[in-house]
């Protein structure tokens, strides 16, 4: 029966479906629709003239820019690992499974900021490597290397846990029938594997592009928020509120915030091919 034969039921009660479509638009109007609504205000409340000069500033260009590399370089490097551990334990049976499993949802359960300060005790000058990389010049913490480690633990769980239960209620019959059929490794991945998970790879694509973009807690221990050289844009939103530069503050907002709907923008095109 589908659900336009359970809509218009006989004797069934039309109030409680309208009810609940009205409560979502309400909510999704409240908690979602109007935060964002309020950014732009905000951030044009004094013109357009002053919106530009606010976005054009050397600082926020900058963090605009190391911001989007970050997620650059962060986002591949999900993907690769997601798709190769997703593999690893949907294909085959090894000691270490269900560790490895556990390990990768580690970053769900603890606060970037406790990830932040790992790093830093790790990796900085006073940490357990700290002398071995001033001894060959190489630094890590207050610096792009840092604040791309932190953001690569925070978001290597996405497109793992996207991939990995679709991997595994496919099941390996068609790539059985590809090996059986001559089909060499890649071309079992590129012609058989991809193909069947390219929709869920999608979406953690998507999920660690915006968190990678937003991420905050765990970059502020490892930057050191220098201004100009490791503000990512979420840091410059908070220093331009604590310099009572709150029209500054919301354009930069607005920046992130036209980020994140050009990623699901994206997304929402590439679903309408399928």
Known sequence: MSATDLTHAPG?????????I???FVLTAIFVVAPLAFIFWRALAEGWGAYVANITDPMTLHAILLTSLVAVIVVPVNIAFGIAAAWAIARFR????????????IPFSISPIIAGICYLLLYGRQGLLGPFLAQHDLKVMFALPGIVLVTM???APFVAREVLPLMQAQGSEQEEAAVTLGAKGWQVFSRVTLPNIRWALLYGAVLATARAVGEFGGVSVVSGSIRG???TLPLQIELMFNDLNTTGAFAAASTL????LVVL????AL???R
Not at 12 to 20: A, F, G, H, N
Not at 265 to 268: L, P, S, T
């Open 12 to 20: 069934q009660s039309r109030s409680v479906p309208r009810l609940l």
């Open 22 to 24: 009205a409560l979502a």
């Open 94 to 105: 090894f000691p270490g499974r269900k560790l490895l499993m556990t390990m990768i949802e």
């Open 153 to 155: 633990f925070v978001t």
């Open 229 to 231: 050289q490791t503000n």
């Open 257 to 260: 915030t036209v980020i994140a």
């Open 265 to 268: 923008v994206v997304k929402a």
């Open 271 to 273: 679903e309408s091919r």
